[in-house]
Every structure is written in C-alpha cells, then in structure tokens.
C-alpha cells in the first residue's frame, strides 16, 4: 500500500517569521496517517529541518543541480541539501523549466544525483493549456517521463507530480476525469517501464491550485496517492485542511 504524501512548495515565498507555520504544522499532526513534507526556499532550509526536527514533518529543497559540487554560482548541490536537513527534493517544476529552460535531460541528470545522495526525488510533469486544447496532453506528459525519469528510480526514491500548468496558482482545475486519465496513463507507463512491483510503488500527485475546498474529490480519484500544493501550504492552517481531506481519503 503506498502511503499518501502532502507536500507543500513555498516558491519564493518565506522569511524567518514563516518557520512559525512549519512547528504549528507539526503540532497539528503528531502522529499522521499521511506523510507531510515542506519545500521552503533554500535559505530556510536549514532553519527549517530545525523546526521540524523529531516531528512528522520533513522538509524538502526546491531544486538541486546536475553536478555533485564545483564551480556553479548560485547553486545548491543534492549532498548540500541533505546536509541542511532535507530528505526530498523537488525537479522539474513547470516553472524551472520555463524560467531557466530546463529539458528533460536536465532534469533526468539532476535526479541521477539526487537519488544517489539519499534524497526522494519528486519530478513534476505536466502540459500547457495550449498543448491541452491540441489534445496533446498524453504524448507530452509521455515524453517527459522517459526523458526525465532515471533508470535508477524506485518506489523509495521517485515520486510524480502532475501539474498541468494553465491550474498552477490560477484557480483553474482540471475536470476530475482529466486528473484520472494522466494519473492512470502515468501508472500504466511506470508500470510498463519498471515493471509492476516498482511501477504500482511510486506515489503520484496531483498539484496546480489545490485548496481545502477540492481536495476531497481530488483525492478520490484512481492513482492519486496526494498533493503537491503550492500557495496553500503558507499557512499551516489552510494546508491542514488539505492534509485532513488526504487523511479521509
């Protein structure tokens, strides 16, 4: 049985003062039956993990880069992420690769590396509305997951997320029908690639403009293992309702 998972992605979003929001989290869920993670922007990282420190909440970084260590200004290595406390990391967001033209071969090299320091990989797919209007939502998603999936990947270090990106942060929700049949096409595939043992492991969830409101129905769908949340994981309170739906599920 795979075990939901909650995880939130703070963006660009989070000062010290947001740390509050991590520790009432953990007060909140002592012990879940739900995994819950928080992806805060790399300069809490550390700070964060602090907080969340012998709680049911793990924490996550946002990005890493391909290379284990060297001459890349700016860049957080996978070994540097677990080294501030993190257990997963977040790869490919819509966002990386639109804003720093990331492909699938980046993003297939940044897991390598993660997956090897120890660190749970969550690989985020996903289409355009231009692309869903042509009715080319399965061959994109496709493409996108054997080209930034490694072959290394197992139920313990991959988790997918599927965000179509005209839903994230804009409100718009794809029908219920819609998530089912990307979820169901991204199980067939992992199932055919890795077999069904890994392929029926790997967690899959659902994110772009995921709320309190819809969650329950989200969660009822076939092969939605959880979230990956973005605005409504800032506050602990409005997150909570999202992880108390997943509990119901």
Not at 46 to 75: E, L, N, P
Not at 85 to 93: D, K, Q, R
Not at 151 to 161: P, W
Not at 182 to 193: G, K, S, T, Y
Request: one cysteine or more; charged letters at 20%; glycine letters at 14%.
């Amino acid at each position: 049985m795979r075990r939901k998972l909650a995880a939130g992605n703070w963006k660009m979003n989070g000062t010290g003062a947001a740390l509050a929001e991590i520790t009432g989290l953990a007060d909140m869920y002592p012990d879940p039956s739900v995994d819950i993670l928080i992806c805060p922007p790399a300069t809490l990282l550390h700070r964060a993990a602090g907080a969340a420190q012998g709680s049911s909440v793990g924490i996550g970084g946002q990005d890493c880069h391909a290379a284990s260590s060297g001459a890349h200004t700016g860049d957080l290595s996978a070994d540097m992420l677990v080294d501030a406390g993190a257990s997963a990391v977040i790869l490919g967001h819509s966002e990386r690769r639109e804003d720093h033209d990331e492909g699938n071969e980046d993003v297939r090299a940044k897991a390598r590396t993660a997956m090897d320091a120890g660190l749970t990989a969550i690989i985020c797919v996903g289409e355009s509305l231009a692309q869903r209007e042509a009715a080319n939502t399965l061959d994109i998603i496709g493409g996108q997951l054997s080209g930034s999936i490694p072959d290394q990947s197992t139920g313990q270090n991959l988790v997918v997320a599927y965000e179509p990106i005209w839903a994230i942060g804009t409100g718009k929700v794809p029908t219920l029908e819609q998530i089912g049949e990307v979820h169901d096409f991204i199980r067939a595939r992992l199932e055919r690639r890795f077999g069904e043992g890994v392929g029926r492991s790997v967690r899959l969830l659902y994110g772009g403009s995921v709320k309190p409101g819809n969650a329950a129905d989200i969660f009822a769908v076939s092969n939605v293992d959880g979230a990956l949340v973005g605005g409504a994981s800032l506050k602990a309170q409005d997150f909570a309702g999202i992880i108390d739906a997943l509990q119901g599920a």
